[in-house]
């Protein structure tokens, strides 16, 4: 039992660059959530998927597109990266009821 | 809209010493709320969490935290501090729109223990 498995864990980009984090869960999770912490800052919502098929914005949205590809499967991608976007990303699920998040190990990526 | 706000980002103690975090939260209707553990190079782990079954909640490792309404606060506390406390700790509120749940976690505190 797996959890919640994110790739890659560290990635180094340069601008203008495109990437895809991948998370995927064996939990039996509804609901997956893409979060990026930065120091001082704690976590913010970039993008979640409340059911399979269905995708939201979060606080800090742009520059990031999200694809819920089945119930485990939930990327994230930049399409043309930023120094910005260097950040600790992780993936997270839950299920209905009080909501606790339960989170991947979290993908480092660098922007230069 | 629902929020919280931890009180200091960096909490020294020493080890034997009481642990006290502080997290106030605002929401206009009856809130859940969750206290979050960060050890380095790690994700975040579930310490406890309140859904109004009772104000003061047990957590693991030795933790707990106390529901206040009439303070709008939900600190952690644990008597007695253990190295292997030192960690960051976040605490977080569910916010909550139509069927759609999502956490709002504040902006952590850093715990530092020293021998």
């Known amino acids: 039992n797996a959890g919640v498995t994110q790739t890659p864990k560290f990635q180094v980009l340069k601008t203008g660059q495109s990437m895809t984090l991948q998370c995927a869960q064996d939990m039996n999770h509804n609901s997956m959530y893409w979060y990026r912490q930065d120091p001082g800052m704690g976590l913010r919502l970039i993008y979640y998927s409340a059911s399979e098929g269905t995708t939201d914005k979060g606080e800090v949205p742009n520059g990031y597109n999200v694809s819920r590809l089945n119930k485990r499967e939930f990327s994230l991608r930049l399409e043309s990266a930023a120094p910005s976007q260097t950040s600790v990303y992780f993936c997270a699920g839950s299920n209905r009821g009080p909501g606790e998040l339960f989170f991947g190990e979290g993908s480092r990526l660098t922007v230069l | 809209a629902q929020s919280v706000t931890q009180l200091g980002s960096h909490v020294s103690v020493s080890e034997g010493a009481l642990v006290l975090l502080r997290c106030n939260y605002s929401s206009s209707v009856p809130p859940y709320l969750f206290w979050y553990v960060q050890y380095p190079n790690q994700g975040l782990q579930l310490l406890l969490k309140y859904t109004s079954a009772a104000t003061l909640v047990k957590g693991i490792n030795g933790f707990e935290a106390e529901f206040k309404k009439s303070e709008t606060s939900f600190h952690l506390t644990k008597p007695s501090a253990h190295m292997s406390d030192a960690a960051e700790y976040f605490c977080?509120?569910?916010?909550?729109?139509?069927?759609?749940?999502?956490?709002?976690f504040g902006k952590g505190t850093l715990l530092t223990v020293n021998p």
């Open positions: 977080a509120v569910r916010v909550s729109g139509g069927s759609n749940y999502k956490l709002t």
